[in-house]
T-cell receptor, first 107, second 114 residues
Framework: KNEVEQSPQNLTAQEGEFITINCSYSVGISALHWLQQHPGGGIVSLFM???GKKKHGRLIATINIQEKHSSLHITASHPRDSAVYIC?????????FGTGTSLTVIP | DAGVTQSPTHLIKTRGQQVTLRCSPKSGHDTVSWYQQALGQGPQFIFQYYEEEERQRGNFPDRFSGHQFPNYSSELNVNALLLGDSALYLC?????????????FGPGTRLTVL
C-alpha cells in the first residue's frame, strides 16, 4: 500500500500547454511537498504547503486537506520543465513519496 | 553556501561487500535524512539523524546503519550488499523542530551492486 499516489505516471505535452499533476495521500499530514527531479538525480524543492495555494512563476500548487489531495499546475509549459515531479508528505518525522510523474514538454 | 553535498557520486561494489556513503548538510541545518531511490521509483525513507542519534527509521533492515558527527555531517553504511541495493541514495538536510521544514536534497550517490 502506497500512502502517496500520483497521476498521471507519464505526461507528454506541447510547449505552451497547461499541465496538471495530481497527488492523493492517505495519512494525516502536517505539510505536502512538491519536488522536481532532473535526469541525473538532483532534487529541487518547489513548494511546501499545508493549506490553500502557492504560486511561484509559472508554477501553482494547491492543496485540499479535507480531501487529502493536491495538484501542481504548470502554465505555459516549456521544454525546460521536462523532469520528474514528485509529491511527498510528512507524517510525524517520516516522509512518504509518490513514484513521480515524468513530464516531457515537446517544442 | 555549498548546499547539501554527497560523496562519492558513483560507486560500484560487488555482492557481500560493505559501502559507506557520506553527506554534508546545508549550512545551518542539523537534521539529516537518508533516502533510497530505485530506478523508476520514488525515494524511500531510510532514517533520519538529529543530535547524533537516529530519530526515526523507515522499513529497512539492520544492514543499513548510519552515523551523525558533531559537525552534523552523516554517513550511511550498508553491509552485506545485495543486488537489490543498487539505487540512488539521497541525503537531505533540514532545520530541526516539530514544525515541518523544507528539505534540501543533495545530488545523490548512485550505487551499483554487481
Amino acid at each position: 500500500k502506497n500512502e502517496v499516489e500520483q497521476s498521471p505516471q507519464n505526461l507528454t505535452a506541447q510547449e505552451g500547454e497547461f499541465i496538471t499533476i495530481n497527488c492523493s495521500y492517505s495519512v494525516g499530514i502536517s505539510a505536502l511537498h512538491w519536488l522536481q527531479q532532473h535526469p541525473g538525480g538532483g532534487i529541487v524543492s518547489l513548494f511546501m504547503l499545508s493549506s490553500g495555494k502557492k504560486k511561484h512563476g509559472r508554477l501553482i500548487a494547491t492543496i485540499n486537506i479535507q480531501e487529502k489531495h493536491s495538484s501542481l499546475h504548470i502554465t505555459a509549459s516549456h521544454p525546460r520543465d521536462s523532469a520528474v515531479y514528485i509529491c511527498a508528505v510528512r507524517f510525524g518525522n517520516q516522509f512518504y513519496f509518490g513514484t513521480g510523474t515524468s513530464l516531457t514538454v515537446i517544442p | 553556501d555549498a548546499g547539501v553535498t554527497q560523496s562519492p557520486t558513483h560507486l560500484i561494489k560487488t555482492r557481500g561487500q560493505q559501502v559507506t556513503l557520506r553527506c554534508s548538510p546545508k549550512s545551518g541545518h542539523d537534521t539529516v535524512s537518508w533516502y533510497q531511490q530505485a530506478l523508476g521509483q520514488g525515494p524511500q525513507f531510510i532514517f533520519q539523524y538529529y543530535e547524533e542519534e537516529e530519530r526515526q527509521r523507515g522499513n529497512f533492515p539492520d544492514r543499513f546503519s548510519g552515523h551523525q558527527f558533531p559537525n552534523y555531517s552523516s554517513e550511511l553504511n550498508v553491509n552485506a550488499l545485495l543486488l537489490g541495493d543498487s539505487a540512488l541514495y539521497l541525503c537531505a538536510s533540514s532545520l530541526p523542530g516539530i514544525h515541518d521544514n523544507e528539505q534540501f536534497f543533495g545530488p545523490g550517490t548512485r550505487l551499483t551492486v554487481l
